[in-house]
C-alpha cells in the first residue's frame, strides 16, 4: 500500500499562484498512476490531471495552460503547480493513485483509485 499526504493549499488572489506536493510513502518501488482531483462543496469529486508512469499528462480543460502536474520519483513526491488561480478553482485538492492502467478515461472515474490523500484547501477570493 501506499500512503499519500498533500500538502501546500491555502488562501490566494484571483490571478495568484500555489504549489501543492503529495508525499507518497510505503509501497513506493511500485508503478502508479498518479492523479489530482478536486471536490466542490455539494458536487462530485472532478479530475483536475492525470500523469502516468511515462510521465504523459493530460488535463481538464479549464485548467488546461494554467496548472501543471510534475512528479519527483527520487523523492516520490507528486506536485501541482497552479497559476493564474480564479475563484471558481477553489475547492478542496485531492492527490490520489492508482495501479494499473492510466489515462485520460480516469479523470472521470475517481472510484477507480485505491489510494487517496486526506486533501489540501485551495481558496481563491476576490
Known amino acids: 500500500q501506499v500512503q499519500l499526504v498533500e500538502s501546500g493549499g491555502g488562501s490566494v488572489q484571483p490571478g495568484g499562484s500555489l504549489r501543492l506536493a503529495c508525499a507518497a510513502s510505503?509501497?513506493?518501488?511500485?508503478?502508479?498512476?498518479m492523479a489530482w482531483f478536486r471536490h466542490f462543496p455539494g458536487k462530485e469529486r472532478e479530475g483536475v490531471t492525470i500523469?502516468?508512469?511515462?510521465?504523459?499528462?493530460t488535463y481538464r480543460n479549464s485548467v488546461k495552460g494554467r496548472f501543471a502536474i510534475s512528479k519527483d520519483n527520487a523523492n516520490n513526491t507528486l506536485y501541482l503547480q497552479m497559476n493564474s488561480l480564479k475563484p471558481e478553482d477553489t475547492a478542496m485538492y485531492y492527490c490520489?493513485?492508482?495501479?494499473?492502467?492510466?489515462?485520460?478515461?480516469?479523470?472521470?472515474?475517481?472510484?477507480?483509485?485505491?489510494?487517496w490523500g486526506q486533501g489540501t484547501q485551495v481558496t481563491v477570493f476576490a
Open positions: 490520489a493513485a492508482r495501479v494499473g492502467a492510466c489515462g485520460v478515461g480516469y479523470l472521470n472515474f475517481p472510484s477507480e483509485f485505491g489510494y
Open positions: 510505503g509501497d513506493t518501488d511500485r508503478s502508479y498512476c
Open positions: 500523469i502516468d508512469g511515462r510521465s504523459s499528462t
